[in-house]
Structure formats: C-alpha cells, structure tokens
C-alpha cells in the first residue's frame, strides 16, 4: 500500500506544479496586458481563471481523501498539509492576476498616463519569487526557500515607490486621478502577489524541517 | 444504499441470521462488488463475521442456526438445496485470522486442493508455482518446497493459505481479519498483495483496523448490532458518512 500511497503523493505534487505554472502564465500575461494595452489579451486571461479553480478544488479533494485513507505521518503528512496551503495561496495569486487583468482593460480604455517601469520590475521580482519557492517545493529545498523571504523587501519598496510617484502626478492634475488609482492598485496586486510567494516559501521550510516561520520577524538568510 | 453496485457479485437480501434463539444479523440487504475489495467494519459482535461466514455457508456448521432471506452469487442462490457445498467453497475461498497451513510440505499445502480434483504432475507443479507467484510467496519458498510449511514465519503462513485458496482457482477471496496476528511489515505486503489480487478475484475482508479498511478497500460496509448502518465508496465512508453512527465509530467515539 505504501507504493501506491507515494504514487499518488508524486501525483499531488504534479499537480500543484501544474497549477503553479498556470499561475506564472497568468501573471506574466496580465500584466503583459498592460503593458503592451492589449485587452483582449486580459479578457483571455481572466477566462482561464476557472482552470485554476478547478485545480485547486481537485488538489484539495486529492489531499482531503489521502489523509482519510492512508493516515499519513511525519514529512508525507506535512507535505499534504503544506500542498494544500500553497494550492489556496497559488489560486489566490491567480484572483489578483485577474484583477490586475481588470485593471488594464480600464486603463487600456485611456491614454497610457506614463511609461510602466517599476510594474514590470515588480512583476519580474514577484514571478521569480514564486518560481524560486515552487522550485524548493518540488525539490525540497529549504535554502532556496528562505532566499525567497527577503525578495519579499524590493517588491514592497517598489509598491512604495509607484504610490510616492503617482501621488505627485494626482496632485499635479486631478485628471489623472482615475488612471493613478488604477496603477497604484495594479501595483498592490503584484505586491499581494509576492505576499502568496513569500508565504508559499514559509510553507516549505515548514515541509522540510518541520519548523515554523510564519509570521515570525524576518529570519538572516 | 446511497451507491448503486453496478453487475454485482454478490447480493444478499434480507438475510436474517439466528444462532439458536439469538439474532445475529438483521434483515441485511447489500451487493458486493465485482473485481473489488469490500471491507466490513464495526465493533465486535456487529455480525460483519456472520456475515462473511455465510459466504461460503461455514455458519452451517454451527448448531442451531437459521438463514432466512437470500445470498446470491453470480446470480445464484447459495442457499438452494441442490447447492453444492463443496463447489461453493472452491469458488469462495477463505483465510482466517490465525493462519492455519496443513502440517505438510509448502507444496503439499498448495497441491492439496487440485489433487482431489484429480490433478497431477506437471499441471500441478505449474499451478502449485502459479499461486505461489499470485500469493507474493514464490521467491522466497522456490527453493524449499518440500519444506513443513509450518517453518514459516507468520506472514508467510499467511501468504501460504492465501496460495491455498488461490490453488482451486476461486472467484470470491473471504478475509476475516487476515492482518490481526501479523506485524506491521507482514501487514503491510499482506495489504499490498490484496491491491494486486483486485485485478483478478473479488476479496472480502472482515477488519477490526479501520485504518486498513481505508487502505485496501474500495467500498466499506459499516455494520452495528447485527445491522448494516452504511454502505459506500471508502473515500465517501472516512471523509463524509451519511449515518451519524458511522461517523463517531471512524472518529473513535465508540467501540
């Protein structure tokens, strides 16, 4: 029982992989949406959100039924607890991947208020974060891992950056208000973004030295 | 029930069961599975051994006890009186808690069976290494068949009485409580072995281990005080119950 026991967890990991690149994709092309104001393109994008809810409810029920049937213990328990965590941070990536999406279907609709140079990079940053943690899921790395943690730092001083700069422009001009909002929540969602990767990360150190790091200050890496 | 079996093996309707004046199962109705494990679970004395045990009509050889209601396995009557017993038990074989081979070879424990169907020689040595190969056993006896199949160890022995009853070729394997008497390990390539043998036989097992019913079983019948509360697809049974007696006996809250 037990090979078809570690079958069917390798199948559990597959499939949060399969998720996680989804959620890479969506990312990548929302805010490539923006960028390049293409709204088809984010129309597309919100659409396959649904694939991404199927997963998650498929890898939770994978997860829900491994536990009742075969008692796991130790890491393999662990591991079930932990893919459950990072399937809901995974969909949560791929809801604020959406909104970003609406966001840029609204400001596709007005002039391009300035070029996009911190979003793109936020959006870099926070694709690699959640690369770098799934990596260290898939191969139960713990140091990866926790390089993931202090990435967490640029992405916030970006979001910072972007409301310190379009603040001046809405004060400069009310007019520009409805597009600044747009940017700044475009900006949130990326920061959100790599909240989730950050979190997927902790979750993994927890996988494989069964130590806790949630919401515990910033440990040196 | 809440799950139709589709082409069933075994249906039993309304079976009433009564050692003398005492009734042991109460009007059970259930269709076993074809080419899957079924368990029955429950606390002791819930009759999921009766029932097993009319399977293959070993409660016929109690005193005093009284079978009303039907069993039928591939659409026959088992109860009939034009039955016979012994092709019955041929086609529904048996193991039991405490392994029992014959004081004989491995060989002869295994040979036992076809050689009063008047088979002989070579056939008998390929079935004899068939069942051997089918019971997960082969490797480690090949080289000492000859040997009292009583030198083995308890799991092993185990594994020999399942090559036993495979021997006559059954379509129906009965288990009551096959694991209780072994260790973890012999547990585990017993539970391993009842995985592969699926694909073939239709196996029955009789388990005070809840967790093993959750293990090997692809249906689960949940039984109390001679009734059959619930029966379902296991994954439904451990995660989401519809009887609430069913659901404080997984969780441990009785029996």
Same mark, same amino acid.
């Given at each position: ?17 399969? @998720? ?10 929302? &805010? ?92 870099? @940053? ?31 001083? @970006? ?44 979750? &993994? ?6 130590? &806790? ?9 | 029930?809440?799950?139709? %079996? ?45 029932? !097993? ?7 016929? !050889? ?22 016979? !017993? ?45 069942? !051997? ?71 029955? %097992? ?50």
């Amino acid at each position: 029982m037990q090979r078809h026991f570690h079958e069917e967890l390798d199948l559990v990991k597959e499939k949060t992989l399969k @998720l996680g690149s989804l959620v890479e994709t969506m990312v990548e092309r929302a &805010v490539a949406s923006l960028v390049d104001r293409d709204s088809r393109l984010a129309e597309e994008i919100i659409a396959s959100d649904e694939k991404v809810d199927a997963l998650d409810i498929e890898i939770d029920e994978d997860c829900l039924r491994l536990l009742a049937l075969h008692q796991p213990a130790a890491s393999d328990l662990r591991f079930i607890t932990t893919a459950m965590k990072i399937t809901t941070d995974l969909e949560r990536m791929a809801d604020q991947a959406v909104n970003i999406c609406q966001r840029a279907i609204e400001l596709n609709e007005e002039p391009q208020l300035k070029p996009y140079i911190d979003i793109p990079i936020m959006s870099q @940053l926070s694709q690699k974060m959640m690369r770098d943690a799934l990596d260290a899921f898939v191969r139960r790395d713990a140091g990866l891992a926790r390089e993931v943690i202090p990435a967490d730092d640029k992405v916030d001083a @970006l979001k910072n950056q972007v409301f310190r700069e379009l603040l001046t422009f809405m004060m400069e001009d009310p007019r520009t208000i409805p597009r600044a909002i747009r940017l700044i929540l475009v900006s949130r969602h990326l920061e959100r973004i790599a909240d989730h990767a950050t979190n997927i990360a902790e979750m &993994v150190v927890f996988l494989v030295e069964g130590k &806790v790091i949630r919401h515990t200050s910033k440990e040196p890496h | 029930m809440p799950t139709t %079996i589709v082409d069933p093996i075994i249906e039993v309707k309304n079976l009433n069961l009564k050692y003398s004046a005492k009734q042991a199962l109460f009007d059970v109705c259930m269709d076993i599975p074809r080419r899957k494990a079924t368990a029955f679970i429950g606390p002791s004395g819930c009759g999921k051994t009766t029932l !097993l045990r009319c399977f293959n009509r070993l409660n016929d !050889l109690i005193d005093n006890v009284s079978v009303t209601g039907s069993i039928r396995i591939q659409g026959m009557d088992i109860y009939d009186s034009e039955v016979d !017993l012994t092709a019955l038990r041929k086609r529904v074989g048996m193991v039991f808690q405490k392994s029992n081979p014959f004081p004989k070879s491995i060989y002869d424990n295994v040979a036992y069976g076809p050689r009063i169907y008047g088979i002989r020689n070579s056939r008998l040595d390929e079935i004899v290494e068939r069942s !051997l190969k089918a019971a997960a056993l082969w490797e480690e006896v090949k080289d000492r068949l000859h040997e009292s199949g009583l030198g083995l160890s308890g799991g092993q022995q185990q594994r020999l009485c399942i090559a036993r009853a495979m021997a006559v070729g059954p379509e129906i394997l009965l288990m009551d409580e096959p694991c209780s008497a072994l260790d973890p390990i012999a547990t585990g390539k017993i539970e391993e072995l009842i995985h592969t043998l699926k694909d073939q036989y239709t196996i029955v %097992i009789v388990t005070h281990n809840m967790q093993q019913a959750a293990r090997v079983s692809d249906c689960t019948g949940f039984f109390l005080l001679g009734e059959m509360i619930e029966f379902n697809e296991t994954p439904r049974i451990f995660t989401n119950p519809s009887d609430r007696r069913t659901e404080d006996y997984i969780t441990g809250r009785f029996g």
